[in-house]
Protein backbone atom coordinates (compact mmCIF):
# COMPACT_ATOMS: atom_id res chain seq x y z
CA UNK A 1 0.00 0.00 0.00
CA UNK A 2 2.96 2.40 0.52
CA UNK A 3 3.95 2.01 -3.09
CA UNK A 4 0.35 3.35 -4.31
CA UNK A 5 0.88 6.05 -2.00
CA UNK A 6 4.03 6.77 -3.19
CA UNK A 7 3.06 6.88 -6.83
CA UNK A 8 0.10 8.96 -5.99
CA UNK A 9 1.80 11.65 -4.36
CA UNK A 10 4.51 11.14 -7.10
CA UNK A 11 1.99 11.66 -10.08
CA UNK A 12 -0.06 14.44 -8.02
CA UNK A 13 3.76 16.11 -7.99
CA UNK A 14 4.10 15.56 -11.71
CA UNK A 15 0.33 16.81 -12.69
CA UNK A 16 0.78 20.10 -10.26
CA UNK A 17 4.07 20.22 -11.69
CA UNK A 18 2.50 20.15 -14.96
CA UNK A 19 0.04 22.62 -14.36
CA UNK A 20 1.92 25.20 -12.86
CA UNK A 21 3.90 25.14 -15.70
CA UNK A 22 0.60 25.64 -18.21
CA UNK A 23 -0.55 28.23 -15.88
CA UNK A 24 2.82 29.95 -15.97
CA UNK A 25 3.15 29.78 -19.74
CA UNK A 26 -0.15 31.29 -20.07
CA UNK A 27 1.11 34.24 -17.48
CA UNK A 28 4.14 34.60 -19.19
CA UNK A 29 1.46 34.91 -23.30
CA UNK A 30 -0.80 37.54 -21.22
CA UNK A 31 2.30 39.75 -20.02
CA UNK A 32 3.92 39.50 -23.23
CA UNK A 33 0.38 40.39 -24.91
CA UNK A 34 -0.14 43.45 -22.06
CA UNK A 35 3.74 44.75 -23.15
CA UNK A 36 2.41 44.91 -26.52
CA UNK A 37 -0.77 46.73 -25.51
CA UNK A 38 0.76 49.23 -23.21
CA UNK A 39 3.20 49.77 -26.03
CA UNK A 40 0.74 49.99 -29.02
CA UNK A 41 -1.80 52.86 -26.26
CA UNK A 42 1.56 54.57 -25.84
CA UNK A 43 2.19 55.03 -29.42
CA UNK A 44 -1.15 56.01 -29.95
CA UNK A 45 -1.37 58.34 -27.21
CA UNK A 46 1.80 60.26 -28.63
CA UNK A 47 0.15 59.84 -32.04
CA UNK A 48 -3.42 61.98 -30.75
CA UNK A 49 -1.19 64.34 -28.86
CA UNK A 50 0.67 65.12 -31.61
CA UNK A 51 -2.47 65.87 -34.24
CA UNK A 52 -4.54 67.52 -31.04
CA UNK A 53 -1.76 70.11 -30.87
CA UNK A 54 -2.43 72.18 -34.19
CA UNK A 55 -5.95 71.54 -34.02
CA UNK A 56 -6.23 73.49 -30.54
CA UNK A 57 -3.85 75.99 -31.99
CA UNK A 58 -5.95 76.70 -34.86
CA UNK A 59 -9.19 76.57 -32.62
CA UNK A 60 -7.45 79.48 -30.44
CA UNK A 61 -6.41 81.35 -33.38
CA UNK A 62 -10.49 81.05 -34.96
CA UNK A 63 -11.65 82.01 -31.10
CA UNK A 64 -9.60 85.09 -30.87
CA UNK A 65 -10.44 85.87 -34.76
CA UNK A 66 -14.16 85.56 -33.70
CA UNK A 67 -13.78 87.56 -30.44
CA UNK A 68 -12.45 90.37 -32.52
CA UNK A 69 -15.18 90.54 -34.77
CA UNK A 70 -17.73 90.84 -31.83
CA UNK A 71 -15.61 93.51 -30.38
CA UNK A 72 -15.80 95.35 -33.38
CA UNK A 73 -19.82 94.66 -33.90
CA UNK A 74 -20.29 95.47 -30.80
CA UNK A 75 -18.67 98.87 -30.89
CA UNK A 76 -20.29 99.68 -34.14
CA UNK A 77 -23.67 98.66 -32.56
CA UNK A 78 -22.81 100.85 -29.47
CA UNK A 79 -22.29 103.85 -32.26
CA UNK A 80 -25.00 102.64 -33.81
CA UNK A 81 -27.01 103.46 -31.11
CA UNK A 82 -25.38 106.72 -29.89
CA UNK A 83 -26.25 108.06 -33.42
CA UNK A 84 -29.99 106.90 -33.09
CA UNK A 85 -30.44 108.08 -29.26
CA UNK A 86 -28.88 111.56 -30.50
CA UNK A 87 -31.50 111.93 -34.12
CA UNK A 88 -34.41 110.90 -31.54
CA UNK A 89 -33.19 113.29 -28.89
CA UNK A 90 -32.76 116.08 -32.01
CA UNK A 91 -36.21 115.28 -33.21
CA UNK A 92 -37.82 115.15 -30.06
CA UNK A 93 -36.52 118.72 -29.55
CA UNK A 94 -37.72 119.43 -32.87
CA UNK A 95 -41.28 117.84 -32.78
CA UNK A 96 -41.20 119.60 -28.91
CA UNK A 97 -40.11 122.85 -30.02
CA UNK A 98 -42.18 123.15 -33.35
CA UNK A 99 -45.23 122.28 -30.67
CA UNK A 100 -44.47 125.49 -28.74
CA UNK A 101 -44.16 127.18 -31.99
CA UNK A 102 -47.05 126.02 -33.75
CA UNK A 103 -49.20 126.07 -30.89
CA UNK A 104 -48.75 130.26 -30.24
CA UNK A 105 -48.80 130.48 -33.67
CA UNK A 106 -52.28 128.71 -34.32
CA UNK A 107 -53.35 130.86 -31.12
CA UNK A 108 -52.14 134.02 -32.50
CA UNK A 109 -54.29 132.94 -35.87
CA UNK A 110 -56.99 132.83 -34.13
CA UNK A 111 -56.88 135.48 -32.43
CA UNK A 112 -56.25 137.73 -35.14
CA UNK A 113 -59.43 135.13 -37.09
CA UNK A 114 -61.52 136.36 -33.99
CA UNK A 115 -60.63 140.13 -34.55
CA UNK A 116 -61.43 140.60 -37.84
CA UNK A 117 -64.59 138.22 -38.03
CA UNK A 118 -66.15 140.55 -35.24
CA UNK A 119 -65.70 144.05 -37.46
Known amino acids: MSSILEFSIILLIFVLIAAI ?3 SVYLVKLLIELKVLAKNAN ?4 MINEEIKPLIEEAK ?3 EKVNAIIKTAEG ?3 TLKK ?3 T ?3 FSTLLVGGFSKVSGGFFKGFQTAFNLFRRK
Do not use: H, P, R
Not at 43 to 46: K, N, R
Open 87 to 89: ILG
Open 83 to 85: LVT
Open 43 to 46: ETTV
Open 61 to 63: TSM
Open 76 to 78: QVN
Open 21 to 23: ATV
